[in-house]
């Protein structure tokens, strides 16, 4: 409305329609009369722009009249919905507006509640109704009864003396989505996830700290709860998960870390559990996969994000974090063809890794290959190639496969690459065919700001994690187990 005020007034400033008396006289002849003809016509110009002027006030009147009375209605329609009377004709609400329903009519974009056109945001919040809450209420009462009923001046009597379960946010042990902790690794079998850390950094090869990088992951992931409303998922509801704790690892010795890391990662998967890894520099690569294709006669595909290649044989001697995929794609299971690498390029990119990557004829995808196919089709590439003749797919996630920007925290930076939503949306789609097991790794909490890196490094591990459930794929990767363990 207050456009047309203004309006009016700027028009109420309009040159006067009277002629200027400075018309019948010519400047420096005396004041001698014009000519008639003339005095004429420029009057009628002027009495013309009079009423034009008049005609644009009154437009300007009416036009804001009418926006002043769809306010006014608007005002209406706000108190009217607040005060819950909504669109009910027969409890006064606004439906039973003519004019509002004439504009209403003129609108274009559909009611999102038509199921004719309704929005995925809708769809989400229809389908959350679906989602059952039993555990959770399980989960409350429980609190209760170990934690001690809460001090009777509480007015929510779910809420104990000590703090148990999710809430608050801020409290409670951290382990992985405050998952139970399974002391007992023997039992990890009666979970469908089993979170397992691996706090090692000796194959770094700059910057160090990524053995801090299971506590930062856990740490940050008291934020979240177990729902995501776009995927319609409640972890906590439709599957189950635990929190094994560490591996212990030899910070002086790599070899020897690496069998302990094959032992832990093979007795999870062994045991029909899905292992989730929280790395752990890229080193740890190796022997994550060699513990899952220790337990399966199966093929063993792999998709890697990263933006380096991390497939030279050696590195400053050692099997360090830039090759653990010339040693992984050497076990006889786990065809070199089947290695998926996405995100990779910059100018961290060894040349030797260059030369096996021909050699062994792996297949890689360049950030200008992401922005150029995007990453719907990138995925199906990915998807088709690291499937092909293969069982099961495991999938590597390096965090510095990210924009340097959003994830300080890691040890080799490198700008130009995947931006979080369309990291998201690639973990989605290759999760949705399901996976073997899921590692992320370079989290160093050292080099962090404000707990970011860890924080998108959890959301890749929550986002897996959902849309497998969503899709039907959790547990699907158990048919593939059908060796027994033999502990390196």
Not at 232 to 252: K, N, S
Not at 350 to 371: K, L, Y
Not at 379 to 407: C, K, N, Q, T
Not at 410 to 429: D, F, S, Y
């Amino acid at each position: 409305m207050y456009e047309w005020i203004e309006a009016f007034r700027a028009a109420d400033d309009t040159q006067s329609a009277f002629p200027n008396p400075n018309l019948f006289a010519r400047e420096g002849s005396g004041g001698l009369p014009l000519d008639a003809a003339h005095v004429i016509r420029e009057s009628h110009a002027h009495l013309q722009a009079a009423i034009e002027a008049a005609q644009v006030r009154q437009s300007i009147i009416t036009r804001a009249a009418n926006a002043a009375l769809q306010e006014t209605e608007q005002q209406q329609v706000t108190r009217q919905v607040l005060a819950g009377v909504g669109n009910n004709p027969a409890a006064g609400g606004f439906a039973a507006s003519g004019a509002h329903l004439q504009r209403q009519a003129r609108h274009h974009h559909p009611d999102p509640t038509d199921p004719r056109f309704q929005t995925k945001g809708w769809k989400a919040a229809v389908k959350h109704a679906s989602i059952p809450t039993a555990v959770h209420d399980a989960e409350l009462k429980r609190n209760i009864e170990i934690g001690l009923p809460g001090a009777s001046s509480l007015e929510d009597k779910t809420i104990p003396t000590f703090s148990r379960g999710e809430l608050p946010h801020f409290a409670g042990i951290n382990t992985f989505l405050k998952a139970p902790f399974e002391e007992d690794v023997r039992n990890v079998g009666n979970y469908d996830v089993t979170c397992l850390g691996v706090p090692f950094d000796g194959g770094c090869t700059y910057r160090a700290g990524t053995r801090f990088g299971p506590q930062g992951i856990r740490r940050i992931s008291a934020l979240y709860t177990p729902y995501n409303y776009e995927m319609g998922v409640d972890l906590r509801e439709q599957m189950t998960m635990c929190d094994a704790g560490d591996v212990f690892t030899i910070p002086a010795n790599i070899e020897k870390s690496f069998d302990q890391i094959s032992n832990a990662v093979g007795h999870v998967f062994s045991s029909g559990s899905f292992p989730l890894i929280l790395g752990g520099d890229h080193s740890i690569g190796f022997p994550t996969v060699r513990g899952i294709a220790a337990c399966t006669s199966k093929k063993i595909g792999i998709i890697h994000v990263d933006r380096h290649a991390d497939i030279q044989e050696k590195d400053l001697d050692e099997r360090m974090h830039t090759t653990p995929y010339f040693h992984a794609t050497n076990i006889p299971n786990v065809p070199a063809t089947n290695l998926v690498q996405i995100g990779i390029g910059g100018w961290q990119v060894p040349r030797p890794a260059v030369e096996h990557i021909v050699g062994r004829r792996t297949n890689v995808f360049t950030m200008d290959d992401v922005e150029e196919l995007g990453i719907p089709k990138v995925a199906e590439m990915a998807l088709e190639r690291a499937w092909d003749g293969a069982d099961a797919v495991y999938m590597s996630y390096d965090i510095d496969s990210l924009e340097a920007a959003f994830v300080p925290g890691t040890g080799w930076p490198e700008p130009g690459g995947l931006l979080p939503r369309e990291a998201l949306k690639l973990v989605g789609l290759v999760a949705a065919e399901g996976l073997c097991g899921l590692e992320i790794v370079e989290v160093s909490p050292p080099y962090d700001v404000s707990d970011i890196t860890s924080l998108m490094a959890l959301r890749i591990a929550v986002d897996v994690m959902g849309s497998m459930v969503a899709n039907g794929k959790m547990g699907a990767h158990k048919h593939i187990i059908d060796k027994e363990f033999v502990p390196f």
